[in-house]
């Protein structure tokens, strides 16, 4: 709810309602209330952008590191047989993170 809702839903209560004395605390924690909700909204929205960007980026991230596993398997199915080390430091890598997924 808004101020402005708020506003208008105080000014359609009776006068004896408002200045009963029993209205004004809680008109006042409305009001606060309000100015919460607004704030709050602020926040999730902020957090939705943020979270999104992070998707973004871990999509890419994931992408990317398909693209590098699918160049190094290449790289092996290439390899002459007298490239052994060569081999061996592409498999660490490959294995290297499998363990880290």
Do not use: C
């Amino acid at each position: 709810m808004t101020k402005e809702r708020l506003a208008e839903i105080i000014d359609d209560l009776p006068y004896s309602v408002i200045k009963s004395g029993e209205m004004e605390e809680l008109i006042v924690f409305a009001i606060e209330q309000a100015d919460r909700v607004q704030e709050l909204d602020k926040k999730n929205s902020d957090y939705w952008l943020e979270n999104d960007t992070l998707h973004k980026s871990v999509r890419y991230l994931q992408q990317q590191n398909k693209r590098y596993r699918e160049a190094i398997e290449k790289a092996i199915n290439k390899l002459t047989w007298n490239s052994i080390e060569s081999e061996q430091i592409l498999l660490e890598a490959l294995e290297s993170e499998s363990n880290e997924n």
